[in-house]
């Protein structure tokens, strides 16, 4: 079975990974692990969200000083 673009996507960046391990303590390789903490959220859904909360906030503040 051929590879799909996502296999081979990670696959290489497996293999990156590997080769950047290669001839390092495991203390070494712990240190940088917790140096590479990624967001839980990405910053497409945090502008999403701040556009729901805050604009929401802002249309009702229109909506009340204009009296619509």
């Given at each position: 079975m051929a590879q799909t673009l996502e296999q081979r996507r990670r696959n290489a960046k497996f293999v990156k990974d590997q080769e950047a391990r290669r001839g390092k303590s495991e203390e070494?390789?712990?240190?940088?692990?917790?140096?590479?903490?990624?967001?839980?959220?990405?910053?497409?859904?945090?502008v999403i969200l701040g556009f729901v909360i805050f604009g929401g906030l802002v249309f009702e503040a229109l909506s009340r000083f204009f009296g619509l």
């Open positions: 070494q390789i712990k240190k940088r692990t917790k140096e590479a903490a990624k967001s839980p959220i990405s910053m497409f859904w945090l």
